[in-house]
């Protein structure tokens, strides 16, 4: 079994720049996903509030701190991890693929998104339904969707779409929570709607998704579709560390100011993280907090 200083579960933007801080300080470190690197960075059109990156493809980043994390020597590695367990000072990280020792852990899961239980849902997931804007836009040009959601990153995600669709129909469950920047360009799309106060209630269609059903203060209707983007809420990726008793918030996972949870030894950074703003500056400003608690961690520990 491979052992190391410190196990990185997550390589988005969180989990990338833990792994720069500790390859520099010269701990045995990996980084682990059951994705490609980079997170949900690989699912973002368009970047522009990154501090020194105007405008950025999310990919184009993901790319640049794989490659800067690689170029340093971060190791990187693949497998979904089911549990974590710990065995004095060392933890036992199970993934479906391998084993592995680590002194300390970063959690760098950051969040998925929601399901909402709506009839037709799993039904037609892959076939019309989509959590994924960037992924799967493409395969509607030309035709009318709809997203729904009414956070920054579903109005993100209906101006792209509004690029690629003949119309987007923008159901927000509530008041919109975005920037000013934002919703003035979502308005300025000549094909998007919006409906504020909105809430979806069935996804119909045969082979595949055909309309929706939805009610509003006026009552029910209908509206044609070739997608459901929805976007309404997320949770956190960290039901795999139930065993510790880790404290958490509905849960995201609770820290103090050195990014360390209850339990020894285990950190955290990003989007996982029980906080107000989840935004790709501050998931690397935490990184690379946990990063050095963890230093400081490990050198503590008696072989």
Partial sequence: MDRYDCLIIGAGIAGITA????????LNALVLDKDAPG????????????????????????MALYSQASELGVTFDYGAVSEIKKSGNLFIVTTDVNEYEAKSIIIATG???????????????????SYCATCDGNFFKGLPVVVYGYKDHAVEDAIYLSSLASSVLLLAPKTL??????????????????????????ILGESKVAKIRYKTAEGEKEAETA????????????????????????????????????????????????????????????????ATSAISYVHSLKD
Avoid: C, W
């Fill in 19 to 26: 792994g720069i801080y500790l390859k520099r300080s010269n």
């Fill in 39 to 62: 997170g949900k960075l690989n699912n973002i059109h368009r970047i522009d509030n990154y501090p020194g990156v105007a405008k950025i493809p999310g990919p184009e980043l993901a």
């Fill in 111 to 129: 969040i998925e998104n929601k399901k909402l239980g709506v009839p037709g849902e799993a039904e037609f997931n892959g076939k019309g339904v």
């Fill in 177 to 202: 929570e975005t920037t000013s920047a934002h919703r003035e360009e979502l308005l300025r799309a000549g094909n998007v709607t919006l409906i504020e106060e909105a809430e979806l209630l069935q």
């Fill in 227 to 290: 997608a459901v983007f929805q976007l309404y809420g997320e949770k956190s990726s960290s039901m795999f560390l139930a065993s510790l008793g880790v404290e958490t918030n509905k849960g995201f996972l609770k820290v103090d100011a050195g990014m360390a949870t209850n339990v020894p030894g285990l950190f955290a950074a990003g989007d996982v993280l029980d906080k107000r703003l989840r935004q790709l500056v501050n998931a690397a400003g935490e990184a690379s907090v946990a």
